[in-house]
């Protein structure tokens, strides 16, 4: 099979241009998790941006996108964390592939399921990362950390999951689907 099959076969591949979309994103969010929210303390926890745009790509673009999207997303933010490094892109990976999962088959009309998805996601989320960072060797993330994250990390989660999806849904192209209004995949149409 030629390679122009095996691409049409498994969907359209990422472009330049979504890179570097994925890219601005990553880098934003990254600028406002740590000069904004890391600022809003309650408990000692604060909103975690860097864990919702797994959940968004997820949710926008899929399970494949979505995991190499968290992948992605946790090795950049591992870079300022005191965790062993590693771990947020484990928990990144697969909190991105659980919720295009479990969001495939959804309509999603309803204004009111992106926000129920990410919280949910980010509370899953949340207690993957403290679970496996008491496995790594740090039990106080089990027994100090998760409780205050929980009640600070989902509410915020839910109050910010329609502009982060809706920032994260420009950058990562769905699967057979054009990246965006200049890239003209859409222009055509196209056939299986």
């Known amino acids: 099979m030629t390679r122009s099959g095996a691409a ?16 601005i994103v990553i880098a934003v969010v990254l600028v406002v998790q740590h000069t904004l929210l890391d600022s809003v303390r309650v408990g000692g926890a604060h909103p975690d941006l860097m864990l919702l745009l797994p959940v968004a790509a997820g949710y926008a673009a899929g399970p494949d996108r979505g995991a190499v999207f968290g992948f992605i997303t946790g090795l950049v933010a591992d870079l300022f964390l005191p965790t062993p490094y590693g771990l947020s892109a484990l928990v990144g990976c697969l909190l991105g592939y659980a919720t295009g999962m479990a969001t495939r088959g959804l309509v999603r009309s309803s204004w009111w399921l992106p926000p129920v998805v990410a919280a949910a996601a980010t509370a899953a989320g949340m207690g993957t990362y403290a679970i496996l960072g008491a496995v790594l060797g740090d039990p106080g993330m089990l027994k100090t950390y998760l409780v205050p994250a929980l009640v600070v990390g989902t509410p915020s989660a839910a109050l910010l999951a329609v502009p982060v999806l809706r920032f994260v849904a420009w950058a990562v192209p769905e699967p057979g689907h054009g990246a965006g209004a200049g890239a003209g995949a859409g222009a055509g149409g196209g056939s299986r």
């Open 8 to 23: 049409t076969r498994v969907g359209r591949t990422l472009t330049t241009a979504d890179v570097a979309r994925c890219t």
